[in-house]
């Protein structure tokens, strides 16, 4: 309990839960050990939410005009939205993917949650700021949100997976394959 209380004043510490850690990993009061996981927290939240604009942007925008793959004649608007794109996206295109993804995450802030550092402050103040306390509001802010994306693009996926469109079927239940 003393260990825990070590950490009710950090970042990400919101109404209504506080500190709340029901795995107990807090339980040994390593600092450098939450810092990371909280600095985990806060790339993941960012992908999610990311990943959620992303699963929502095409149904609303539409896809992006010319070809993913001009050698195979691909085209974005061949891509269909959601987990149906996992097939008929070409592997290099995954290998990019990946890549891209892994150059971003041993460059981008890799140390971030070292002492002299603030997890999630990867030094752009436009997100963040310079003001310590508009910097904190911000950042649990960040947080929140990341949190709440984590979820959404989690039950996205999960409803794509029932409903197998991104379309109107998967929003509205009464319409489409849920519809019992």
């Not at 009710?8 to 807090?26: I, N, R, Y």
Request: net charge negative; aromatic share 12%.
């Amino acid at each position: 309990a003393v260990a825990r209380r070590a950490f009710e004043d950090e970042l990400g510490v919101q109404a209504p839960l506080g500190f709340w850690d029901p795995l107990g990993f807090t339980d040994d009061g390593d600092m450098e050990a939450y810092r990371r996981r909280r600095s985990v927290e806060f790339k993941h939240g960012r992908i999610a939410m990311l990943a959620t604009m992303g699963f929502i942007t095409p149904e609303v925008a539409g896809h992006w005009p010319g070809y993913l793959s001009p050698s195979l004649g691909l085209k974005f608007a061949d891509i269909p939205s959601g987990l149906q794109a996992l097939p008929v996206v070409p592997m290099l295109g995954w290998a990019q993917i990946l890549l891209y993804f892994g150059l971003i995450e041993f460059t981008g802030g890799f140390e971030d949650y070292r002492q002299e550092g603030t997890p999630g402050d990867y030094g752009w103040k436009v997100l963040t700021s310079s003001d310590p306390i508009d910097r904190r509001r911000k950042l649990n802010a960040d947080l929140a949100n990341g949190r709440l994306a984590m979820f959404a693009i989690m039950a996205m996926l999960f409803q794509n997976g029932l409903a197998k469109t991104t379309g109107p079927a998967m929003w509205i239940p009464t319409i489409g394959p849920l519809h019992p």
